[in-house]
């Protein structure tokens, strides 16, 4: 099935059933109401709260809101929460960024784990090119998703000083139930969901359900992007009595995603570089495409599909249509019992195992026309090797397999696949003891241990391509050329590959850790005061072997005539990994949190907490050595949270606010570079040969302190039956504090290196990269039934993210502007049991950057007059259509 892209066809509709039991009659206004009064939730508390009561920050998202929503991706679901900015999905399915509140990531989801069922599929949140979103995934299994920030959520799990993700599973009950949904796309996408559940006896229920998709991709590689899916299933024990309960979940997910990253573009020229005062200002309607289209172009292609790798395991075929691919083997059991004494235990364990793959190109910053793209090559990368040209003038770029030479007017550039196999294990315990005390009021007192032991092998490597930059770009051969030109001496490329291996690591890392927490819930004043005070002390041990690509190599084979024709200069500097560093690293830290939570009225409370958490060194912190060993306390991140807020339910309206502040202590950060000042540097033609110069890392210290309000609230007015308007938004403040390195500056004249130089930066007081001052979101749903008789549902969304820093804001510092995202469709419940849906994303065709490099004033277009960059754009306009049945 193959619908043309951006096309008006009549899709098959979709469907989605009111989230959990499509049997039972819609709900009226009065049930809705009484529904979000007792909406109870689990994350971040220790015994079922209703969310009205909890003294954090806490928000849900449930199965028909996720029906509404439409996401393509975990953080695409995320983004609909205040305080979370997810970058718009723009990697893919899988492998995106989100940042918490304005903490500092890089990446990833530092400070968001991602739970199923309150513990973590694996247990370290922040895993290089292994994002935690890529084994948590929603389909027709996930009932609900709760997100807590702060408080309870850094003193009861790992990692939860950002935010708290728990994706909930559905159960079985005593009645058969099932559902199976149908999605497809005009991308040629196709997805099957399924779930069935029931009793299997008067104890014992089960679940069992997951999803198959495959799809050409949300952009045009030229193969298929997505395939694969996962499936899930659980057995639930209950005793006659209630007070035993057993759970046995198992998940297996083998994926594979593209994962898509910036293009190229080129804006009018500017003049002197970007400043914190006077930045360079991004003009989305004065940005063009430098051959790949914003909306739905990649400079993924069949032509650079494949390619060949060096490196101390021989030589390797890669894939790029490998993508992202998780594949994982999960396994939980969860016992719950009550004991006649008054205490309860509650203890969970799971153990994850498998393989993650990252295959990705990134983009070079080089895009210009061939003629002055080859003359580049000619000046910094033939003349290094002069003895092999003899009689060379330039260079010239050829098709592969002996193709025609490539027009000088044709725009090159490089692309850089960053290609990382990753073998994970993760077991993670989770043990509680519970007693209910009365002293002032009623105490639920829990006492928790935790423990896990993960390890995690990586090999990443990098390569460097030479590709054509338009539609589907195509790699291309480099050669030198005569005066007459003809090709002399060795190829530049091997099959469009002008460096077949460099930069990257093996590290392979083992982490065992255990900690020891005490949380009371305590209800007073006749349970209108509810506060939660905790504590956790946590120890982390690891073992590190981590060898840099740093030996450069001259693999050119023994059977080839070095400088021959049949020669190739893109073996000659291989980089293989160097001699083993070790690190046995063993860190502790302590964090407590106080909430309160004081009912005014039964729709009216009013909460507030201050919390002291810890992160201990994350993986990719571990894995790289990335802190310096010699600094006390360097290992070690501390924040200080601040909160107050209120929430207010009425029959009409319902609103949570809540003004935060976090201070979060400076942790190393680090920069690299080549030294080229260092004797051991050795020429290449009148400059240093960069890459052949010492690896130098150097460390600083970045804070942050960030202050915020942020709103959720829903009207549903009397005047107008069935609407409803939802709104979340957020007004911060963050900044840097400290962070004072220097980096090394090429010099280039008409795109040649001709040296290099050091740089100071300074980002002492200034707003983080990728980080808006204000979000909003803004939904309307109206079900047209009391007017029309029919179960038909419009909707929409508009979101609206502020403007951004380029992804450096050291020097040359650019800002990105704001953007608008608008979505909608509707659905049509036409029975009990079924649903249509369609869902537009992107109505507008809105094309604007979700993140990108800052524009350099020396880094010309192509014809010179302008200047260039790369980002990551948004999707253009989607159509998916969905059915759904239930029964």
Not at 376 to 395: I, K
């Amino acid at each position: 099935m193959r619908f043309k892209r951006g096309a008006l066809r009549l899709l098959p509709l979709a469907l989605s059933v009111q989230a959990a039991f499509a049997q039972q009659a819609p709900a009226t206004q009065a049930d809705t109401d009484v529904q979000r009064l007792n909406d109870v939730v689990v994350t971040g508390s220790v015994k079922k709260t209703q969310k009205k009561d909890s003294t954090n920050t806490i928000n849900t998202i449930s199965a028909e809101e996720i029906r509404k929503l439409a996401p393509i991706s975990t953080a695409d679901l995320l983004q609909n929460v205040p305080g979370i900015f997810a970058e718009g999905s723009t990697a893919g399915e899988a492998s995106n960024n989100i940042t918490v509140r304005g903490l500092p990531v890089t990446g990833g989801y530092r400070y968001a784990p991602q739970l199923i069922d309150g513990l973590p599929w694996f247990e370290e949140p922040e895993v290089p090119f292994m994002n935690n979103d890529v084994a948590a995934r929603f389909d027709l299994m996930t009932k609900r998703v709760e997100v807590v920030k702060g408080g309870t959520g850094g003193i009861l799990y790992s990692n939860g000083l950002g935010a708290t993700v728990n994706h909930i599973t559905r159960t079985g009950g005593q009645t058969l139930e099932g559902g199976y949904k149908l999605e497809v796309a005009d991308y040629n996408f196709l997805r099957n969901d399924f779930f069935l559940s029931g009793p299997i006896n008067k104890n014992l229920t089960f679940a069992v359900g997951g999803f198959y998709r495959t799809s050409d991709g949300l952009r045009d590689t030229g193969y298929t992007a997505d395939k694969g899916g996962q499936v899930r299933g659980n057995l639930v024990y209950r005793t006659d009595d209630g007070m035993t309960e057993v759970q046995l979940h198992a998940l297996k997910i083998n994926d594979r995603t593209a994962f898509y990253q910036n293009v190229p573009f080129q804006v009018p020229a500017i003049t002197q570089p970007g400043t914190a005062a006077n930045p360079v200002r991004i003009d989305m309607d004065a940005v063009w495409p430098l051959g790949i289209d914003f909306a739905h172009g990649t400079v993924a292609s069949p032509s650079n599909r494949k390619f060949t790798m060096l490196g101390e395991y021989g030589q390797r075929q890669v894939d790029v249509a490998d993508g992202i691919h998780p594949n994982f083997n999960i396994y939980t059991a969860k016992l719950s019992h009550e004991f006649e004494s008054g205490w309860t235990f509650d203890g969970g364990v799971r153990h994850t195992s498998g393989s993650s793959g990252f295959n990705g190109l990134f983009t070079g910053n080089d895009t210009t026309t061939a003629a002055r793209f080859n003359n580049a090559r000619f000046n910094n990368d033939v003349l290094r090797f002069g003895a092999f040209y003899q009689g060379a003038v330039g260079v010239a770029a050829y098709g592969l397999n002996g193709g025609a030479r490539v027009a000088d007017s044709t725009y090159l550039n490089y692309l850089i696949p960053f290609i990382t196999t990753t073998d994970a294990k993760s077991t993670s315990v989770d043990l509680k003891l519970g007693k209910t005390l009365n002293l002032l009021g009623e105490h639920q007192v829990t006492l928790g241990a935790y423990f896990t032991e993960y390890s995690n092998k990586q090999n990443f490597q990098q390569s460097l391509l030479v590709s054509t930059m338009n539609d589907h770009p195509e790699l291309v051969e480099l050669r030198a050329i005569d005066a007459a030109g003809t090709p002399v001496g060795p190829s530049v490329t091997s099959g469009g590959v002008m460096r077949l291996g460099f930069n990257g690591y093996l590290a392979d890392t083992k982490v065992k850790g255990e900690a020891i927490y005490l949380q009371d819930h305590w209800e007073t004043l006749n349970r209108r005061l509810k506060l939660d005070v905790g504590v956790r002390h946590q120890t982390q041990r690891a073992n590190v072997i981590y060898n840099v690509r740093d030996q450069t190599t001259n693999l050119t084979p023994a059977s080839v005539v070095p400088g021959s024709t049949a020669d190739t200069i893109a073996d000659n500097e291989v980089l293989l990994p160097g001699a083993n560093q070790y690190l046995n690293s063993k860190v502790s830290a302590t964090g407590w949190s106080v909430g309160a939570n004081y009912s005014v009225s039964s729709s009216l409370a009013v909460y507030g907490l201050v919390s002291s958490s810890f992160r201990l060194p994350s993986l990719e912190q571990l894995n790289q050595l990335q802190f310096d060993p010699t600094a006390p306390g360097s290992k070690v991140e501390k924040i200080m949270q601040y909160e107050t807020g209120t929430r207010f339910y009425a029959d009409t309206w319902d609103t949570q606010i809540a003004l935060f502040y976090n201070k979060f202590s400076p942790r190393d950060q680090y920069v690299d570079y080549r030294d080229f000042t260092s004797p051991q540097c050795t020429p290449a033609g009148t400059i240093v040969d960069i890459n052949s110069c010492p690896l130098v890392r150097e460390f600083y210290r970045r804070g942050i302190q960030n202050i915020g309000l942020e709103v959720e609230a829903a009207w549903r007015p009397r005047a107008v039956k069935g609407l409803e308007l939802r709104f979340t938004g957020v007004v911060q403040d963050p900044k840097v504090v400290d962070a004072n390195y220097r980096t090394v500056k090429e010099i280039r004249v008409n795109d040649v290196v001709t040296g290099y130089t050091f740089e100071q930066i300074g980002e002492d007081g200034r707003r983080p990269r990728r980080l808006a001052n204000v979000m909003a979101n803004v939904q309307a749903t109206w079900d047209l039934k009391p007017y029309t008789g029919l179960p038909f549902k419009p909707y929409a969304k508009y979101t609206y993210f502020g403007s951004r820093y380029s992804e450096s804001q050291d020097v040359n510092v650019t800002l990105y502007p704001a953007y608008y995202h608008l979505d909608g469709g509707f659905i049509w419940d036409f029975n009990k049991n079924s649903a249509f849906q369609f869902h537009v994303s992107n109505i507008t065709n809105r094309l604007s950057f979700t993140e990108g490099d800052p524009v350099f004033v020396d880094l010309k277009g192509p014809n010179g007059a302008t200047n260039r960059g790369v980002s990551r754009p948004l999707f253009g306009r989607t159509l998916r259509a969905m059915y759904t049945y239930f029964f």
